[in-house]
T-cell receptor, first 110, second 112 residues
């Protein structure tokens, strides 16, 4: 079954501390993984995708097929990083629909 | 704003009434998705259109739900005989071929 698991509902860290938001997936084909972010009162928006291997706002994520993980990391958290983060898997077998995890709320404390 | 537009943004309705939501995708996007999101959950896929053709429907989409995209541009999602369990945020997203999807701000439904 296709599934995305984000084990943490809430993650609180202090400003300047490292952040790691966990994401594990289950997919039988070749996965395409994404991280979406939702800031307060804003729409869901793409943060980064694994195929581009880029760093956005200091965040990076590496696809580990052996561990079926796509954890999101940032070395030094900022207060403006506080938001809901959703890991998503794109089903490449047909409609390219996205399958989302339940999300992790990141709170960066001053 | 040339992003995905949804309306109404909020709807409160009595149980048993019908409601309709509208989505206007980004103009050149030929693929359109509807998702539902409840508190504490991520968005759940409901249905997908490529141009005017509805190509996939989730099992979540009961027979009280119907979606259309009559001219391959805007789309509507209708819920008939609403139930309290239908209370959720209904999200629309669109994309062009091979591109990432872009979400609207969503339509909140509260069934009382």
């Amino acid at each position: 079954a296709q599934r995305v698991t984000q084990p943490e509902k809430l993650l609180s860290v202090f400003k300047g501390a490292p952040v790691e938001l966990k994401c594990n997936y289950s997919y039988s084909g070749s996965p395409e993984l994404f991280w979406y972010v939702q800031y307060s009162r804003q729409r869901l928006q793409l943060l980064l995708r694994h195929i581009s291997r880029e760093s956005i706002k200091g965040f990076t994520a590496d696809l580990n097929k052996g561990e079926t993980s796509f954890h999101l990391k940032k070395p030094f958290a900022q207060e403006e990083d506080s938001a809901m983060y959703y890991c998503a898997l794109r089903d490449t077998s047909g409609t390219y629909k996205y399958i989302f995890g339940t999300g992790t709320r990141l709170k960066v404390l001053a | 704003d040339t992003g995905v537009s949804q309306n109404p943004r909020h709807k409160i309705t009595k149980r048993g009434q019908n409601v309709t939501f509208r989505c206007d995708p980004i103009s050149e996007h030929n693929r359109l998705y509807w998702y539902r999101q409840t508190l504490g959950q991520g968005p759940e896929f409901l249905t997908y259109f490529q141009n005017e053709a509805q190509l996939e429907k989730s099992r979540l989409l009961s027979d009280r739900f119907s979606a259309e995209r009559p001219k391959g541009s805007f789309s509507t999602l209708e819920i008939q005989r609403t139930e309290q369990g239908d209370s959720a945020m209904y999200l629309c997203a669109s994309r062009q071929t091979g591109d990432t999807i872009y979400f609207g701000e969503g339509s909140w439904l509260t069934v009382v």
